[in-house]
């Protein structure tokens, strides 16, 4: 995590908030504990504020992680205190100090996720669960002389491997003569589906962001390609500037964005699709559905037959199959043959 200080000053007092930049992960719902502190005549009233201030900064936090950019720009003028509190779950407040005129706490604020998903279906927005862990960085550097892929010549990868924290978005590549025998700058140009997925298999990994960088004179171009799991954006990127600093994080957002545009959730139509639940004993059912419960993408379970040891269910839900496959395996279920005999599992 990255923190700013942010520091505003008032007639009476002062705060300071610790604001942390999220980190891409699977808990897309979690807020952070913001560290308050200020000086007042009105300490409690005071306080009511910056909570205040806590709840909205910390929807934002969430709108903008499971959101597209477009899609957040077309809610932003209704977050408001009073859309926050809405979604409340809880305010929790810890280390709580008031000494004179001084007030220290830590404070978090918790919202409900389902009701969160709720809103966005009331609007017709669709969103996502969760985000990779990494995506593996492929660049191809070209300029008039030099032509440059997984070699330690990359000016990019020379960069990226000396600034890279633990928090990275991307995972870069051996650069050894494996990967230049795998994948070939022809393979990139021509977007070659089977070569860039076989590239990935060796990575463990089925998220790429692939970058042709073209350089003439001071001028470069970029030719962004974003692959997740079989699918792909290719656009030319907004972006002429040979300062690597501002080029990473520009890719990291658009690498962010593009992905939540392929595999963000629909929520204008439900789908439904038939399950059998295999089971030892009731305990195990229990968990099973407890799990199910957990995927909000699934509106309603109904069941369609029962016998021992087994039901099938009919199973609403909304967005797509490829989606449902990967909250069943977040929730550590497993499923087989999902787009036929559906049968679920505990992992």
């Not at 390609?225 to 994080?249: M, Q």
């Amino acid at each position: 995590f990255y923190c700013n200080n942010l520091m505003n000053k008032f007639v009476l007092f002062l705060f300071l908030i610790c604001f942390c930049k999220f980190s891409f992960s699977n808990n897309l719902f979690e807020t952070s504990y913001y560290d308050v502190e200020f000086f007042s005549n009105n300490i409690e009233n005071d306080k009511i504020n910056e909570i205040n201030e806590i709840k909205k900064r910390s929807l934002i936090n969430i709108l903008k992680k499971t959101l597209t950019n477009k899609n957040y720009t077309k809610i932003q003028d209704l977050i408001t205190v009073d859309l926050s509190n809405s979604l409340i779950k809880n305010i929790i407040i810890n280390e709580e100090k008031i000494i004179n005129n001084k007030y220290i706490s830590r404070i978090k604020v918790n919202f409900d996720k389902k009701k969160i998903i709720e809103f966005y279906r009331q609007k017709k927005l669709p969103y996502i669960e969760f985000l990779p862990n990494k995506f593996l960085l492929i660049i191809y550097e070209e300029d008039e002389i030099s032509h440059n892929l997984f070699t330690k010549d990359n000016s990019f990868y020379s960069y990226y491997k000396k600034n890279l924290n633990a928090n990275s978005l991307f995972r870069l590549p051996n650069l050894d003569i494996n990967d230049r025998f795998i994948l070939r700058d022809e393979d990139l140009k021509k977007i070659n589906l089977e070569k860039i997925k076989t590239f990935l298999r060796k990575y463990n990994l089925v998220n790429a962001s692939i970058i042709l960088a073209n350089k003439n004179n001071k001028n470069i171009t970029y030719n962004f390609i974003l692959y997740s799991d079989g699918e792909i954006i290719n656009k030319k990127l907004d972006f002429n500037s040979l300062r690597l600093n501002r080029f990473f994080v520009f890719l990291e957002n658009e690498t962010v964005d593009s992905w939540k545009n392929l595999n963000q959730i629909q929520n204008n139509t439900l789908n439904v699709i038939n399950c059998k639940i295999d089971y030892f004993n009731m305990p195990e059912l229990k968990e099973i559905r407890n799990k199910l419960n957990n995927i909000t993408i699934i509106q309603n379970l109904k069941i369609k037959s029962l016998s021992y040891k087994n039901i099938e269910y009919e199973i609403y839900f909304y967005g797509n199959l490829k989606i449902l496959s990967k909250l069943f395996n977040l929730n550590k279920l497993n499923t087989k043959d999902i787009d036929n005999a559906c049968i679920i599992k505990l992992r």
